[in-house]
Each structure stands twice: as structure tokens, then as C-alpha cells.
């Protein structure tokens, strides 16, 4: 039996986005979007974890030696409270927060413990 689709269905199986899909079962259709966490997307792809959280990907190797410098694994989570990890807050840094006020209010972190 051949299936006919609306409009808009066609244009949702045209677009191939990523994360979308599509799903014909008979007369029965369902349309699901899966959005990644910040967590999932930062391990499943770095470059779009950084372009979506305002990261300078060019700036990770700066990064890196920040989180070296005072001995912590870039992915090692500083702040169980809010998954805040050392490279957050190493960017944080970078971009300019200079203070602990700054970083916490760009990361989270600490913002349990203050309030």
C-alpha cells in the first residue's frame, strides 16, 4: 500500500537533519527531536559542544595546559553540584572572568554552596 504525506511531512524527511527523525508505522506517524545535554554533546562532538556554549575551539590546547597547570584532567568534574569541569571554568578564564564571582556565574559553580 503506497503512503501519501503531507506537506510538512515531506519537507521533515527532505531536511536530514541531525537528531530528527521520521517514523511511518502503517496509519500511525510520529515526528522526535533528540536534543543532546551539554554533557552528551561535549562527548559526542567536541566542535559543536564548543560552537554552541560560546567556546573557542582554537583556545582548547590553552585550555588544556590551564587544567594541567593546577594539576587537573581537563574532563575531571570540579563541582559535583552543577557537572562543572575543569575546562568550563578554564574557558571561563579565558574569556575573561577573573574573579571566583565571574567564573561561578558563567559555570554554576559554587552557586549551591553560596546560596
Known amino acids: 500500500m503506497l503512503r501519501t504525506f503531507s506537506d510538512e511531512e515531506i519537507s521533515l524527511l527532505r531536511a536530514k537533519r541531525q537528531g530528527e527523525v521520521f ?8 515526528f522526535i527531536r533528540v536534543e543532546l ?15 554552541k556554549y560560546g ?9 588544556q595546559k590551564i587544567c594541567y597547570d593546577a594539576h587537573l584532567h581537563p574532563e575531571q568534574i570540579v563541582c559535583y553540584c552543577t557537572s562543572t569541569r575543569a575546562d568550563e571554568v ?12 565571574k567564573i561561578s556565574q558563567r559555570t554554576g559553580l559554587r552557586l549551591n554552596v553560596l546560596s
Open 23 to 30: 517514523i511511518t508505522y502503517g496509519s500511525q506517524r510520529a
Open 37 to 51: 545535554t551539554q554533557e552528551e554533546l561535549r562527548l559526542w562532538n567536541k566542535k559543536w559542544y564548543f560552537e
Open 55 to 63: 567556546l573557542n575551539l582554537s583556545n582548547y590546547e590553552e585550555v
Open 90 to 101: 578554564a574557558a571561563t578564564i579565558l574569556q575573561g572572568a577573573d574573579t571566583p564571582d
